[in-house]
C-alpha cells in the first residue's frame, strides 16, 4: 500500500482504492482505535468509540477489500492481546455487510469469538451458518445470515436467543463491537429494516455482555454507513448510552411499517450448529 501510495495512488478493486493519501488516513483509523483500546485496557476509560474512517471489517489478512485498507478491529484485538495480555476476545458485528475480514482473521483461532449479522445474499457473498471455523477456531466464528427486510423486534430476539449463551460459555474478557450502520432501513445500498432505536438496543445488549463478563470493557469501531443522516444519529445514540445505558434514545427517522420477516427458524438452526 505504501508503495502504491508513493505512486500516487490507484483503484485496487472494484470499490476500493488508494490515494497518495489513503495510506496514512487509514493508518491514523487504525492508531485511533488503538489508542480507545489502550485507554480502556488500562483503566481510564469504562468504553470507548473509535469514530474514524476508512472502516476496517472488509480487509482481508493480506490484501484491502471494500472500502478497507487494514482491518482496524483485527489489529486493535492482536494488540490488546499482545500488549494487554487479554486471552479471550468476543467481537460482534452487526453491518449489513458481512464482516468477511474480521472472519479471516481469526477462522482458525479459538481465542477470538467472531459474531457477525448480515443481510444474505448480498455482497460480499459470505457469511453463511456453516462458516463456523476451521482447525482449533472451529465452532468460533458464528454467522448470522439475516433476510432482507429483517427489523427491529425479530433481530433483536435473534441476538438475544444466541448471544447470552455464546458469550456464557466464552467468557470474554474484552469485547469489540464493529459498528456498522448500513443495517439502518434507510441506507441506499442495504436491505435490512432496522432502525436507529433497533440498533441501539443491539448496543445495549453488547453492552451487557461486556458487563456481565469483560468488566464492562467495550471498544466500538465504526464500519459502514452510507446514509449521512440515519448515520449520524446513530452515532449519536451510541454515544448517549454507552456514556448512560438508561439514556433516552433519539430515533428522528423511526422504524419502516413493515415487520419484517420472523427469524424464528434461522435462530433454531444457529442454536442447533452452535449447540445452544
Not at 494487554?84 to 458481512?98: A, K, P, S, W, Y
Not at 445474499?121 to 468460533?140: H, K, Y
Amino acid at each position: 500500500l505504501e508503495d502504491v501510495a508513493v505512486a500516487g495512488g490507484v483503484r485496487l478493486d472494484p470499490d476500493t482504492y488508494c490515494t497518495a493519501d489513503s495510506v496514512g488516513v487509514a493508518q491514523r483509523a487504525v492508531g485511533g482505535l488503538l489508542s480507545v483500546t489502550d485507554a480502556v485496557l488500562e483503566g481510564r476509560a469504562t468504553n470507548g468509540f473509535a469514530l474514524t474512517r476508512p472502516p476496517g471489517h472488509h480487509a482481508r489478512p493480506f490484501a484491502p477489500m471494500g472500502f478497507c485498507l487494514y482491518s482496524n478491529v483485527a489489529l486493535a484485538i492482536r494488540h490488546a492481546q499482545a500488549i494487554h495480555g487479554v486471552e479471550r476476545v468476543l467481537v460482534v458485528d452487526f453491518d449489513v455487510h458481512h464482516g468477511n475480514g474480521t472472519q479471516e482473521a481469526f477462522y482458525d483461532d479459538p481465542s477470538v469469538l467472531v459474531v457477525t449479522s448480515q443481510q444474505v445474499p448480498l455482497w460480499p457473498g459470505t457469511g453463511g451458518i456453516t462458516e463456523t471455523g476451521v482447525g482449533a477456531g472451529a465452532g468460533f466464528t458464528v454467522n448470522l445470515p439475516l433476510l432482507a427486510g429483517a427489523a427491529d423486534a425479530a433481530v433483536l430476539r435473534l441476538y438475544q436467543r444466541v448471544l447470552p449463551p455464546l458469550a456464557q460459555r466464552f467468557r470474554p474478557e474484552v469485547v469489540f463491537l464493529s459498528a456498522g450502520y448500513d443495517a439502518h432501513h434507510l441506507d441506499p445500498i442495504g436491505g435490512l429494516g432496522l432502525s436507529v432505536k433497533g440498533l441501539t438496543d443491539l448496543t445495549l445488549l453488547v453492552m451487557e455482555m461486556a458487563a456481565t463478563y469483560a468488566d464492562e470493557r467495550l471498544l466500538v469501531t465504526l464500519e459502514g454507513g452510507y446514509h449521512t443522516g440515519a448515520l449520524a444519529a446513530c452515532v449519536a445514540s451510541a454515544f448517549r448510552v454507552l456514556r448512560d445505558p438508561t439514556a433516552t434514545i433519539h430515533d428522528p427517522f423511526g422504524a419502516p411499517d413493515a415487520e419484517g420477516p420472523s427469524l424464528h427458524g434461522l435462530a433454531d438452526a444457529v442454536c442447533a450448529v452452535h449447540a445452544l
